[in-house]
């Protein structure tokens, strides 16, 4: 890992949680408009159809040649679709879909992990800029509510609004983009291996996997073992720099 001078993370599994879980969230919300499901059952499907809206498409996504093509239309499609698979048997799917929609878009709804507000403030004192990098829609910006440093960090490429899905090369040209620096001066901070790192390398950008449960295994191949929180990455970046700060490039900030 080389010098850096943009951290960006990954949102969701990185710095926030949905609280109560998504499984709990769905029958919670599910059972009020008649659905018989167990909670063990709602987070088994979940799981499935989420998988297959992303390698099998979904009514309403997008077209075959463009599988990460999106916007915040095809997102409501692809939660409309999610939804319906998940609670077949609701009364009222479109009440039950507008309603984890919205459920899903409140700061209320969500929770940060323990170490972001200790962990990302350390970094951006320490010299580096920070930015989020999302698979989510416009309701990112009031989730982001969660948290009052979440919010202070205004460079946000959230897929909905680039067009693009990670693992695109859109979406990360749309990173680099926002960064406004040549690529490899940018780390990708992510829990996801294949989106968060494998894609971002693929672009240029440096990457490390952020894997909050202890029990996974690095990345195939991967030559850098997993963190296991943000407290890890202040570390790592402490021990390589002697201190937590970026080597300024040594080309002029015009403009």
Not at 53 to 66: K, N, V, Y
Request: aromatic letters at 10%; one cysteine or more; glycine letters at 6%.
């Amino acid at each position: 890992m080389s010098d850096c001078q943009w951290l960006v993370f990954d949102a969701v599994g990185t710095l926030i949680d949905p609280n109560p879980s998504v499984a709990m969230a769905y029958h919670t919300l599910g059972t009020q408009f008649g659905s018989q499901l167990t909670v063990h059952e709602v987070g088994q499907r979940f799981r499935s159809a989420f998988r297959r809206s992303e390698q099998d498409g979904f009514p309403g996504g997008p077209p075959i040649s463009q599988p990460w093509k999106t916007s915040d239309e095809i997102e409501q499609s692809r939660w409309r679709w999610i939804v319906r698979e998940v609670l077949p048997d609701v009364r009222d799917h479109e009440g039950c879909f507008r309603a984890l929609w919205d459920h899903f878009a409140i700061p209320a709804s969500w929770k940060c992990f323990d170490d972001v507000e200790r962990s990302l403030p350390q970094l951006s004192d320490s010299g580096y800029q920070l930015a989020i990098s999302t698979n989510f829609d416009d309701r990112l910006h009031s989730v982001l509510d969660v948290s009052s440093y979440l919010t202070s960090i205004k460079h946000r490429v959230i897929s909905a609004t680039v067009g693009f899905r990670k693992p695109s090369a859109e979406f990360y040209a749309a990173v680099i983009q926002e960064c406004g620096c040549p690529a490899e001066q940018i780390l990708m901070v992510g829990d996801n291996f294949e989106y968060d790192v494998r894609a971002a390398r693929q672009s240029g950008l440096q990457a490390l996997h952020l894997d909050r449960d202890s029990g996974h295994a690095a990345g195939e191949a991967d030559e850098s073992p997993p963190l296991r929180s943000l407290t890890d990455l202040v570390r790592r970046l402490r021990n390589r720099n002697g201190i937590a700060r970026p080597i300024r490039p040594t080309t002029p900030d015009i403009g």
